[in-house]
């Protein structure tokens, strides 16, 4: 099944910097990478994703990159602020057979803005 | 607010006992999936049903078993619960598989 590995699991940054998260997968078949935030307290909430046939997805501070080739793919995000503080989570999606679908997730990077 | 909402947000029950976490779809979602969310664990699939037939299972346990209704939403019934069991348990929907998937605030189950 597709393993999904994602690092750094702790990054600390100032106000106004950036961050950059990574994750491989193993499954060549995963078309589908979302990035989820998790609050403390909250569900997982959907902040961007990108699929297969993009290299490259840009939403305000953040954006997404995948590379297929080398099966990763990254978050940026980009002019930090406090608010930015959470677990990020991404996730790959393989084909099923029709309507069938699972996210398989990495373990979490914990971001945190100091100021 | 994703759309999703689960219920009961809190449960505390004994070892051994069973009980039922409740989610209802998005307004259209025709997908749900359930996650346990552990702090060695991550976040693991159970299972994923898709118009009220079960469509993709993960590491769920025999004890666990799950449904969706006519109505679409869906049930997660856990039984003989150990100590272990304690987690956080999240429901998310999609409009079908392959789309953007939404998540619930989560029930949070303490097995004591």
């Known amino acids: 099944g597709e393993n999904v590995e994602q690092h750094p699991s702790t990054l600390s940054v100032q106000e106004g910097d950036s961050a950059v998260i990574k994750c491989t997968y193993s499954?060549?078949?995963?078309?589908?990478f979302p990035w989820y935030k998790q609050e403390l307290g909250k569900g997982p909430q959907l902040i961007i994703d990108i699929r297969s046939n993009v290299g490259e997805k840009k939403d305000q501070r953040i954006a997404v990159t995948l590379n297929k080739t080398a099966k990763h793919f990254s978050l940026h995000i980009t002019e930090t602020q406090p608010e930015d503080s959470a677990v990020y989570f991404c996730a790959a999606s393989y084909p099923g057979t029709g309507t069938a679908s699972k996210l398989t997730f990495g373990t979490g990077t914990r971001l945190q803005v100091t100021l | 607010d994703s759309g999703v909402t689960q219920t009961p947000k809190h449960l505390i029950t004994a070892t051994g006992q069973r009980v039922t976490l409740r989610c209802s779809p998005r307004?259209?979602?025709?997908?749900v999936y359930w996650y346990q969310q552990s702090l060695d664990q991550g976040l693991q699939f159970l299972i994923q049903y898709y118009n009220g037939e079960e469509r993709a299972k993960g590491n769920i346990l025999e004890r666990f078993s799950a449904q969706q209704f006519p109505d679409l939403h869906s049930e997660l019934n856990l039984s003989s619960l150990e100590l272990g069991d304690s987690a956080l348990y999240f429901c998310a929907s999609s409009v079908r598989g392959w789309t953007e998937a939404f998540f619930g605030q989560g029930t949070r189950l303490t097995v004591v």
């Open positions: 307004s259209g979602d025709l997908s």
């Open positions: 499954d060549s078949a995963s078309n589908y």
